[in-house]
């Protein structure tokens, strides 16, 4: 088939790290431009991609099928729409939109105009995610009865020059991270039936919302074979809490650490060609433990076991959306998962303004 022609738009930290080194090593994608309004990093990085200073010489490329956003947060819903109404697939860095009207509507036109539309919900293919999946589809801690997912940081004073810590609602941890743990959540275990959320400002000083913690209940709950889903993040955590923690009838898994993929490019990495190299496997030191009962009856008695990581790829998030658009596969990470994401950090914000668990309804 022929090539895909894709435009990043936006070569600030998404751009570089998240779109352009992936988009550029999926075999039926071609980096085709990229849409950097000031400087030459871009053109340095990519000298074959175009450099193009306006989104809508990206728009009215023909060479362009998908364009991906990786810009400022609070102008992703009017950019996807300018792109979906122009015909053009299109990737949306994460939050998919500032709020759940907005992702319906994206949902809607994508549609409409025949089109793909994917949200960038890339944590899906981080090795410690596709470890616990495993893990829970091997039964290794048997019923799942708590499941923690943390993202921290310490940065107990607001940075300075950047949009980050902009006051507005689609910024903050809450948009930021939370699209990516509420996603892994719902990958796992499908849609809870209630949410309870404490959305905070948590440092001396800030604009934007600085941690908070979301719990996810699922079908059963009562304190009768039920299970609580926990995704939580600070920006005050010095000494980091496990990545991932679970808690079942056979045992417990914990992992600390965050997926390499990140901080390898950030450290001057270049992703190999898809099915040119392997990318990109977590040094034996940063593998999780598992640690279990091998005869419940003896609950004293426990093994402790390292648990390889599996092999993280943000390639595959690509490789997905390039056969989703050729009609061979079929989309991994939907408008409609996006939607749901939207829509439960909305509630999560609601119930921490009224104080109280709240249903979920899609």
Not at 15 to 34: D, M, R, S, T, Y
Not at 139 to 159: I, N, Q
Request: glycine share 10%; proline share 6%; aromatic share 8%.
């Amino acid at each position: 088939m022929a090539e895909i022609g894709v435009a990043v738009i936006g070569f600030g930290l998404a751009g570089q790290v998240f779109h352009a080194p992936f988009v550029n090593a999926v075999p039926g994608l071609k980096l085709e431009a990229i849409v950097q309004r000031r400087g030459d990093e871009a053109g340095k990085a990519y000298p074959s991609a175009r450099i193009l200073r306006s989104v809508e010489e990206a728009l009215k490329d023909p060479a362009v099928q998908m364009i991906v956003v990786g810009t400022p947060n609070e102008t992703h819903f009017a950019l996807a729409k300018q792109a979906l109404q122009a015909g053009k697939h299109v990737v949306i860095d994460k939050p998919f939109a500032a709020t759940s009207a907005e992702a319906k509507e994206l949902k809607e036109l994508a549609e409409k105009q025949g089109v793909v539309l994917a949200p960038f919900h890339n944590r899906r293919w981080d090795g410690d995610f596709l470890t616990v999946r495993k893990l829970l589809a091997e039964d290794a801690v048997g019923r799942l009865v708590t499941y923690e997912s943390h993202f921290d940081r310490f940065r107990p004073m607001p940075r300075e020059n950047t949009w980050k810590e902009g006051a507005n609602a689609a910024n903050g941890l809450l948009f930021d991270l939370g699209p990516h743990l509420v996603d892994q959540a719902l990958a796992l275990f499908g849609a809870p039936v209630g949410i309870t959320g404490s959305v905070r400002k948590d440092r001396d000083v800030t604009g934007i919302e600085d941690a908070f913690d979301i719990t996810l209940e699922y079908p059963g709950y009562s304190g009768q074979h039920g299970l609580r889903a926990h995704c939580r993040s600070s920006m005050l955590a010095a000494d980091a809490a496990p990545r991932f923690l679970l808690h079942g009838t056979k045992g417990s898994f914990k992992k600390y650490g965050l997926d390499p993929q990140e901080p390898t490019l950030l450290g001057g990495a270049k992703v190999p060609r898809l099915g040119e190299g392997e990318w990109l496997a977590e040094p034996e030191s940063a593998w999780g433990t598992l640690t279990v009962a091998p005869v419940p009856a003896d609950p004293a008695t426990l093994t402790r076991t390292q648990v390889k990581t599996e092999l993280g790829d943000y390639r595959g998030y690509y490789a997905n959306v390039r056969d989703a658009i050729n009609g061979t596969a079929k989309l991994a990470v939907t408008p409609e998962d996006g939607y749901r994401v939207v829509k439960l950090l909305e509630m999560a914000r609601e119930s921490w303004a009224v104080g109280k668990t709240l249903k979920v309804e899609f």
